[in-house]
């Protein structure tokens, strides 16, 4: 079928044609937006789970769903890979910086308009200045040079505007288990302050599967400020659709077989249904997706994943903690005990306490409970095994 038609959407973050099995979280918001309008600010949103699972693909949702109801919006990504922790905090204070200029327009309140002076003097504090949003910096706010104290100064001023508006501010946090400790802890004590006080203040966030304990190690009362949500493969229905539908769009169908075939491999990943789906259309000649094409579309789904979506992962890992992987990879998807992975090494357990950090904050491993640990990217271990030159 024709390739420019492909509806197909594999990629880190990319919208999929339908966004399904997802309506209880997208309703998880739409309340939230519902409770601001209503002045009865609720708890942040915190979402879990393993890698491709479509968790950047809900928080764009809750985006677009935020500024639809012109709730004033901040997104970052817990780490960057150049610039380090500061590097993180002058893109928050960018993100809040464009969001001030786009409030700052006709209509707006006085009150308002008077507190994103805080967002300038917050920003500056932070080294970000040049970007002017048409108010001046409000001295003596949120410009202490404690990020804890400047956060909590500028949410407290722009919530307290914010509110007689009906609206919030959202920080919208991608791989969020990634922040740094102190400007973590600033988040969750401004979160907490913010529930205490009413403040429309959400942080919406998304992680692996250690997002909770990150979140709770930081600080102890992080369970009660979000509605934690764990992200996980389509139950059969929805993949169902999230398989078909795409296709069906377009007049094109699969055999019962065919589509229990990618449905079965893909084993409901919204990652892996988006490439398989795509290697079908790619070979399918007619608007009926056979078994046949099916079983070549998994051959070349497979070999795409094993070129982009397993080794963007692998690649990060070092001559040792590769070893450390090819021994859990023995003991397949459900984890691995750390005791029985020293045993099986013939090395002491203390001696891979370091791998094992090291791989746990790289993102390719996390630790479900204590003495274990797992891959946060499904199908690892399978790829591991089938790459005997690795
Ligand atoms: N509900 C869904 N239905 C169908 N496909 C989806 C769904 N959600 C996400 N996808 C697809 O899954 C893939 C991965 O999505 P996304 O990048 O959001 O995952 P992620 O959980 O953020 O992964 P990572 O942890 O690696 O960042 C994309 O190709 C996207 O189009
Ligand atoms: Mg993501």
């Known amino acids: 079928m024709h390739s420019d038609l492909n509806p197909y959407s594999p ?8 966004l399904v099995g997802r309506a209880k979280e997208i309703e998880a918001f739409d309340l939230l937006i519902a409770k601001t309008k209503q002045r009865r600010p609720d708890r942040g949103i915190a979402l879990h789970g393993l890698r491709g699972v479509g968790k950047t693909v809900l928080l764009n949702e809750f985006r677009q769903q935020a500024e639809r109801a012109g709730l004033m919006i901040v997104s970052i990504e817990g780490r960057d890979a150049e610039g380090g922790s500061e590097a993180v905090r002058a893109k928050l204070a960018r993100g809040l910086l464009q969001a001030g200029r786009r409030a700052n ?31 001046n910096l409000a001295a003596g706010r ?3 040079g404690s990020i804890e104290v400047d956060l909590e100064e500028m949410v407290e001023d722009l919530c307290i505007a914010l509110a007689d508006q009906r609206l919030a501010l959202v920080f919208i946090i991608d791989e969020m288990q990634d922040l740094d400790d102190a400007l973590l802890s600033a988040l ?10 009413e403040w429309p203040f959400y942080i919406v966030g ?4 250690n997002l909770p304990s990150v979140l709770a190690e930081a600080r102890s009362y992080a369970e009660r400020l979000f509605t934690y949500r764990h992200i996980d493969a389509l139950p059969r229905d929805a993949a169902i659709s999230a398989l078909a539908a795409p296709a069906a769009k377009h007049g094109a169908r699969y055999e019962t077989q065919a589509r ?18 795509y290697a079908a259309w790619e070979t399918a000649p007619e608007k009926l997706i056979t078994v046949q094409d099916a079983k070549i579309a998994v051959t070349i789904g497979r070999s795409q994943l094993d ?38 090494s013939g ?9 094992r950090a090291s791989l746990i904050s790289k993102g390719v491993i996390y630790a479900p409970s204590l003495g274990r640990v797992a891959f946060t990217v499904p199908g690892m271990d399978d790829y591991i095994q089938r790459q005997h030159h690795l």
């Open 307 to 344: 070129q982009g979506f397993f080794p963007s992962r692998w690649i990060r890992a070092s001559r040792g903690e590769k070893d450390f992987l090819r021994l859990m990879a023995i003991d397949g998807d459900g984890g691995s005990g750390t005791a029985e992975l020293a045993e099986r």
């Open 105 to 135: 327009r006709r209509g707006i309140t006085s009150n308002l308009r008077e507190a994103l002076g805080s967002i300038v003097s917050f920003s500056a504090k932070l080294g970000v200045t040049g970007i002017d949003i048409g108010v």
């Open 347 to 355: 090395r002491k357990q203390s001696s891979m306490t370091m791998t």
């Open 188 to 197: 969750l004590s401004t979160q907490h302050l913010a529930g205490q006080r």
């Open 260 to 277: 229990d075939l990618l449905l079965e491999v893909s084993g409901g990943y919204p990652y892996f249904i988006q490439e398989y789906g």
């Open 142 to 144: 949120a410009d202490s």
């Open 11 to 18: 990629g880190s973050g990319r919208r999929p044609f339908e």
């Open 206 to 209: 998304a992680g692996l599967p």
